[in-house]
Structures are given as structure tokens and as C-alpha cells.
């Protein structure tokens, strides 16, 4: 796996992240971000940095905002997420491995594969 790929990945991550905290609770502080994903505050700034920098996250003092790019992509990738875990639990994966799975498949599958797969749910 390339270093842009593991950005991508972990981007991804704190993105989704950011998207279910906030549609949780008014405002999102860097802190909450750290506890939801069980990791430091300053792993916390570095990505939120890169994601400013990047466009995908805004920054008012405290709180972390999706801009409208951020949230796109955002809900693209719980999307897929979504989609793969419900494929998996239909094909009789237990509840906590088809959650592990399809957070590390939702960064790796390709378009084709995950439209398939959202079709076959569909019928």
C-alpha cells in the first residue's frame, strides 16, 4: 500500500468520522474526534490539518466543519460503507466482522464492485 493510499484511507476515516459526530451533536471539537476514534489529539491535528489544507474541513476556533466537498466525500464513503456491511450481514457475516470489514473494503473496492454489490441489495 502507497503512503497516498494510506492517506487516502485515513483521510477517509477521520472524514466519516466528522460526518457521524456532527449529525450526532451541534458542534464538533477535535477531542471528540480523538475519542470516537481511540486515537491521540495530536493524530487528531495532523489529519485535520491535511483535510483544511485540502478543502474537505473548516475550522471556526473550536470546531470542525465538513464543507460541502468534505461532506460529499464524506457520505460517498459511509455509503459504501453502509452498503458493504449490509451486503456482508445478508451473506450470514456476523454483525461485529461485517462492521471490521467494510470499514477496511469501503477504501479499496472499485466503483464497479460496489455498485454491483448496492444492486444485488436492491432486488
Not at 471528540?32 to 493524530?43: P, R, T, W
Not at 459504501?80 to 454483525?95: M, Q, R, T, Y
Not at 461485517?98 to 466503483?111: K, L, R, T, Y
Amino acid at each position: 500500500m502507497s503512503t497516498n493510499t494510506k492517506f487516502n484511507q485515513s483521510g477517509e476515516d477521520y472524514l466519516e468520522t466528522v460526518l457521524l459526530l456532527s449529525a450526532k451533536q451541534e458542534v464538533v471539537h477535535r477531542i471528540d474526534v480523538a475519542k470516537s476514534m481511540n486515537v491521540s489529539q495530536a493524530a487528531v491535528n495532523k489529519a485535520m490539518k491535511l483535510l483544511v489544507d485540502k478543502g474537505y474541513i473548516y475550522e471556526d476556533g473550536k470546531h470542525l466543519y465538513l464543507t460541502e466537498r468534505g461532506k460529499f466525500y464524506a457520505e460517498a464513503v459511509y455509503e459504501k460503507h453502509c452498503v458493504i456491511c449490509n451486503f456482508l450481514l445478508s451473506l450470514g457475516v456476523s454483525a461485529e466482522n461485517a462492521e471490521a470489514d467494510a470499514c477496511h473494503m469501503e477504501h479499496v473496492i472499485s466503483e464497479e464492485t460496489f455498485l454491483m454489490i448496492k444492486k444485488s441489495l436492491q432486488k
